[in-house]
């Protein structure tokens, strides 16, 4: 028996954290060509343990954990090898698509800012979104283009957009549990408890913004991978729409989502678009 069936197993097991923790965004993975979708998945794997560890683990010191994973998550991508299932697919994934540590360290500075930090400046919020989302799209738009650095870096702009709406919708959704179990405000400037609709529209419209120059991207992405990103820009698109029709109150009181009768026509309605694209 060779090392192929742990490597296979990891990757088993850095998808099946994927779809317990968004059924949303692992429908987007799963639309990806074979080739890249076992590779999205362990970074997913890796991302979702590390704000697991910052945003769930009450009780525990959250500090040194997040430490000791950053370590192993370093040592997994030296060794090429690890004894944790989601950090021996994510290294396998990081070492064979060139994921450089430009983009993972960053990522830890965002987490260990969770630890941190409960509301923040204009630079603070913007360094934080560049860490925690805009990294994690650059990681996989390094799988996308498969050692192309060229297409890289001329889509590179598009995909931090795309992962800056992507992170913005999730503060504006999440709102009220990031004050409740984190209290946490992400917005600069905006006082939760007097939120108010302008505001909620002024942060909208900043959305929007990353959602036109994201788009601007995914039409250039390869073929094998467009539908899955164009999906999961749909959604989020979708849920940012719903956030707008939504009251500042209202998003104060519930986390607004999307049902899944939705989000089957969204599917329909994404892979129909998709084919326009090749068209």
């Known amino acids: 028996m060779s090392i192929a069936l742990f490597d296979q197993t990891s990757k088993a097991m850095s998808q099946r ?10 429908l987007g993975i799963r639309l990806l060509a074979k ?15 590390a704000d697991e560890i910052v945003d769930t683990f009450h009780g525990y010191d959250k500090s040194r954990l997040l430490s000791e994973f950053k370590q192993q998550t370093y040592q997994a991508i030296e060794d090429r090898i690890s004894t944790n299932p989601v950090l021996h697919s994510f290294q396998l994934a990081v070492n064979q698509f060139g994921i450089g540590k430009d983009l993972i360290e960053p990522f830890f500075n965002s987490m260990e800012e969770d630890l941190q930090t409960v509301t923040h400046s204009s630079d603070s ?5 560049y860490g925690s989302a805009e990294v994690v799209g650059l990681m996989c738009l390094r799988i996308f283009c498969k050692g192309d650095d060229s297409l890289y870096q001329h889509l590179l702009p598009h995909a931090r957009s795309l992962g800056a709406a992507f992170q913005k919708v999730n503060f504006l959704r999440d709102i009220k549990s990031d004050i409740d179990e984190r209290g946490r405000v992400y917005f600069p400037g905006v006082d939760f408890s007097n939120f108010t609709d302008e505001e909620k529209i002024d942060i909208i419209q900043d959305v929007k913004k990353d959602f036109s120059h994201a788009y601007k991207g995914i039409v250039q992405l390869p073929v094998g991978c467009r539908l899955g990103v164009y999906t999961a820009y749909i959604y989020y698109l979708k849920l940012l729409e719903k956030i707008e029709r939504t009251t ?23 892979y129909l678009k998709e084919k326009m694209m090749s068209a």
Do not use: M
Request: charged content about 15%; glycine content about 2%; cysteine-free.
């Open 17 to 26: 954290l994927a779809l317990n923790y968004s059924t949303s965004f692992s």
């Open 35 to 49: 080739e890249y979708r076992w590779a999205v998945f362990a970074t997913y794997g890796f991302v979702r343990v």
């Open 125 to 129: 919020y913007n360094q934080y979104i």
């Open 248 to 270: 500042a109150l209202d998003i104060k009181q519930s986390r607004i989502r999307i049902p899944n009768t939705q989000k089957i026509y969204l599917l329909a309605e994404s």
